[in-house]
């Protein structure tokens, strides 16, 4: 079975601060990885996804995650947060030959002018 | 545009009285599937379809059914709705028959209330 745990249900930071969003996983075959963002009043949309190619996987708004499979973690960062960062974020799990995405309980993201 | 579309956006109900939620792709994508999304939880899994006339139960499938008659349509079925299930619903498709690597585009949502 597969699992996701993101740690802190809520972050807030400043603009222009460092964005960390912290995902860990529980995964008995190897994971594939992804990051989905949901803007107020939207549906979600893919940030970047890890498929055991590179470790380290840019994202579209400037966002990267680094899988490090040592730690069972997959942490979303931005060196520099933007008011438009503000929206809740998902991570997920899947694996070769999956039906369906696993889902963590999502973080949402604050940023204080 | 390439999108999934959902109706209604926003419904509000009483305990019993059947609904439809409707879902509609225009990217030819196979996979269709409804989640639900609760505070706290995440996003669960309802049902989901790899293709034409093939759906699965995903984790959270008590008092709901879908059809997939057809590739780009994939309804929602509350036959006799309940107040735990007022929540945030999401459909969503990704092209290929199996998610692994695959992006998932979602619906706007629907905000269902049951009373």
């Known amino acids: 079975a597969q699992s996701v745990t993101q740690l802190g249900s809520h972050v807030s930071v400043s603009e222009g601060a460092l964005v960390l969003l912290r995902c860990n996983y529980s995964s008995s075959v190897p994971p594939y990885l992804f990051w989905y963002v949901q803007y107020p009043n939207q549906g979600l949309q893919l940030l970047l996804k890890?498929?055991?190619?590179?470790?380290l996987v840019k994202g579209i708004n400037g966002f990267e995650a680094e899988f490090k499979k040592s730690e069972t973690s997959f942490h979303l960062t931005k060196p520099s947060a933007h008011m438009s960062d503000a929206a809740e974020y998902f991570c997920?799990?899947?694996?070769?030959?999956?039906?369906?995405?696993?889902f963590g309980q999502g973080t949402r993201l604050t940023i204080n002018p | 545009e390439a999108q999934v579309t959902q109706n209604p956006r926003y419904l509000i109900t009483v305990t019993g009285k059947k609904l439809t939620v409707t879902c509609s792709q225009n990217?030819?994508?196979?996979?269709m599937s409804w989640y639900r999304q609760d505070p706290g939880l995440g996003l669960r899994q309802i049902y989901y379809s790899m293709n034409v006339e093939v759906t699965d139960k995903g984790d959270v499938p008590e008092g709901y059914k879908v059809s997939r008659k057809e590739k780009r349509n994939f309804p929602l079925i509350l036959e006799s709705p309940s107040p735990n299930q007022t929540s945030l619903y999401f459909c969503?498709?990704?092209?290929?028959?199996?998610?692994?690597?695959?992006?998932?585009?979602f619906g706007p949502g629907t905000r269902l209330t049951v009373l």
């Open positions: 890890y498929t055991s190619a590179a470790t």
């Open positions: 997920a799990v899947s694996h070769q030959g999956a039906q369906k995405l696993v």
């Open positions: 969503a498709s990704s092209a290929q028959q199996v998610i692994s690597t695959d992006t998932q585009y």
């Open positions: 990217m030819n994508h196979e996979y």
